[in-house]
């Protein structure tokens, strides 16, 4: 079933919404970052510069109950930018009601618009109900992540 949702731009007075839904976030992910970490992301976040991180979130009556993180980049490959979905939410209680869908919809729509070519994104392996939709909008690739901490 779907839901009567709005997308738009994280704006400043967004914020303590916004990182009580980050923290979620990275709690699904079993990971933390600093109040400093905080600080910047959110700073980058609310810049609005195309070159910075972006955040679009998904609200019902008001209430954020979503968000979407993203940058665009070079990519080395094509004379053209790419997007990098970082981070896709959504609060438990709205999942499977075609909000994650609306905010990668989203993401892709502002890339194309801006010229963006293409938008890409990794997940856990675990993450099993975002892989379902994941496999319904795009195509998986044989591409293996490492990472040198």
């Known amino acids: ?6 997308i ?6 967004d914020h303590e919404r916004w990182k009580q839904l980050w ?8 990971t933390s970052v600093s109040s400093a970490v905080y600080k910047t992301a959110f700073q980058r976040l609310v810049s609005h510069d195309l070159k910075e991180f972006q955040c679009i979130i998904a609200e019902v009556d008001g209430e954020i109950i979503g968000l979407s ?3 665009f980049h070079r990519n080395l490959w094509s004379m053209r930018d790419t997007c990098y979905l970082s981070d896709l939410f959504v609060v438990p209680e709205y999942r499977g009601k075609g909000t994650a869908r609306r905010l990668i919809q989203k993401v892709a729509q502002h890339a194309k618009g801006c010229g963006v070519e293409g938008v890409y994104w990794m ?4 993450n ?3 892989r379902m939709l994941y496999d319904q909008i795009a195509e998986k690739t044989p591409f293996i992540v490492y990472e040198i901490n």
């Not at 923290?23 to 079993?30: A, G, P, Q, R």
């Open 123 to 126: 997940t856990q392996e675990f």
């Open 8 to 13: 738009r731009s994280l704006e400043k007075f």
């Open 128 to 130: 099993y109900k975002g």
């Open 69 to 71: 993180h993203y940058l």
């Open 23 to 30: 923290t979620d976030y990275l709690s699904f992910y079993k």
């Open 1 to 6: 079933m779907s839901i009567d949702v709005s």
